[in-house]
């Protein structure tokens, strides 16, 4: 298989309206576009819409997706997983309170993933890597603009806030 580069844009605020961020695939050593998503983004003067967190390239068994964390989307915001080689959509979770911080995978010894997704209202998700599924929340009390660090069995993630900052 061909060394790809997952990627995608912002909607930027000097445009001041709704707008469309691109996902895309490009050929790492080219620079062709295999393919490309567009979703809707919301305008908003306090914070860029669209990709802002690094895209997970899965492996083991989910290693023919790529998920992308999606901020100010029409449903607030959402994680989605892509097929590799298509670009089509394999599951969708919708973020309602958005998400700036990118997802982290971790795998059973099998090759079964669990993701790890934060949002900006401090819910901290472990979702089934191939299916979306939900499979547990944590409330963390405070908004994550970071993304979660996992070593071994070890989860470590900060929350940001006037009266909530905190490591966990």
Do not use: C
């Not at 707008?19 to 003067?45: F, S």
């Not at 795998?107 to 299916?131: F, N, P, W």
């Not at 409330?139 to 069995?153: H, I, K, M, Q, R």
């Amino acid at each position: 298989s061909a060394l790809a580069l997952y990627t995608g844009t912002t909607v930027f605020d000097r445009s001041r309206r709704d707008g469309v961020a691109v996902l895309r695939r490009l050929d790492a050593l080219t620079g062709q576009e295999a393919w490309k998503v567009e979703i809707k983004a919301k305008y908003d003067k306090g914070e860029r819409s669209g990709l802002k967190a690094s895209p997970l390239v899965g492996r083991e068994g989910i290693g023919h997706l790529v998920l992308f964390t999606l901020n100010k989307t029409e449903e607030g915001g959402a994680l989605i997983a892509l097929d590799k080689a298509t670009g089509a959509q394999a599951w969708k979770l919708p973020l309602p309170a958005g998400s700036v911080s990118s997802p982290v995978a971790v795998y059973t010894a099998d090759g079964r993933a669990r993701v790890i997704q934060a949002d900006a209202e401090g819910r901290l998700y472990l979702i089934d890597g191939a299916s979306g599924q939900v499979l547990f929340t944590l409330e963390l009390g405070g908004p994550v603009e970071g993304s979660p660090a996992v070593y071994n069995d070890v989860l470590v993630i900060g929350t940001s806030g006037r009266n909530n900052s905190r490591m966990y």
